[in-house]
C-alpha cells in the first residue's frame, strides 16, 4: 500500500458568494490533520470579473501560505438553476487555473464521492457530513459556515483516496511502459 503520510491537500468547495477553503495533511494511515479552515466570500452587488479576481487572490494566497502538494475540488453538478451552475463554473475555472500555474494536481469529487468516502452514504445529509468531518479531525466543535465543512471533506475524501490513485496511476504507467516495449519488438 502507498503511504501517503505528510501529503498536504487543500479541499475546495467552490462557490462564487462563498467558496469553502481547506488544508489537511494526511498523518498515519487513515489520520488526517486540520491544518486551516475558511469561507471566502464575495459580495454578489459587484461585477463578475471583479468576484472572480477576488476569489482567485484569495486561494493564490492561501497556497503560498499552506503549500498544498494536491488539490480536491467539489466537481460542479447541474443543481437546478443555470445561473448557479454557471457562477459555480467560473469560479471553479479560476481556482483549477489558480493552482494550475502553481503545478499543483487538482482532483475533482462529486458531492456523493465526498460523502460515501467518508460517511459510506452517499447521500448522507449535511449534519451528517459535519458531524463526520469534526470527529475525524478531532475538532472540538464543528466547521462552520456548510462551505467550510465541505471544504474539509473534499480534502480527507481525497486523502483517503490518494493511495488508490497512486497505486492506479503507477499501475497505469508500467501498463504503457510495456505497451511501448511491446509496439518495439513488434517493429524490429
Not at 145 to 167: E, K, N, Q, S, T
Request: glycine content about 8%; aromatic content about 4%.
Amino acid at each position: 500500500m502507498t503511504d501517503m503520510q505528510g501529503l498536504r491537500v487543500m479541499g475546495i468547495d467552490p462557490g462564487l458568494t462563498r467558496c469553502g477553503l481547506s488544508v489537511v495533511q494526511a498523518g498515519h494511515g487513515r489520520a488526517v490533520l486540520p491544518v486551516a479552515v475558511g469561507v471566502v466570500r464575495t459580495p454578489h452587488e459587484i461585477p463578475l470579473q471583479e468576484r472572480l479576481l477576488r476569489l482567485s487572490v484569495a486561494v493564490e494566497e492561501w497556497m503560498d501560505d499552506y503549500s498544498p502538494e494536491v488539490v480536491a475540488i467539489e466537481r460542479v453538478f447541474e443543481r437546478g438553476n443555470v445561473s448557479t451552475v454557471m457562477n459555480t463554473a467560473h469560479a471553479v475555472g479560476v481556482l483549477m487555473l489558480s493552482a494550475a500555474r502553481r503545478g499543483i494536481p487538482v482532483h475533482q469529487y462529486t458531492p456523493s464521492e465526498a460523502k460515501k468516502a467518508l460517511t459510506g452514504n452517499g447521500r448522507a445529509d449535511k449534519k451528517q457530513m459535519t458531524s463526520m468531518v469534526t470527529r475525524i479531525l478531532g475538532l472540538s466543535e464543528p466547521p462552520r459556515p456548510a462551505d467550510a465543512a465541505d471544504a474539509l471533506a473534499l480534502a480527507v475524501c481525497h486523502c483517503w483516496r490518494a493511495p488508490f490513485i497512486a497505486r492506479t496511476e503507477h499501475l497505469a504507467e508500467l501498463s504503457g511502459r510495456q505497451n511501448t516495449r511491446d509496439l518495439r519488438s513488434g517493429q524490429q
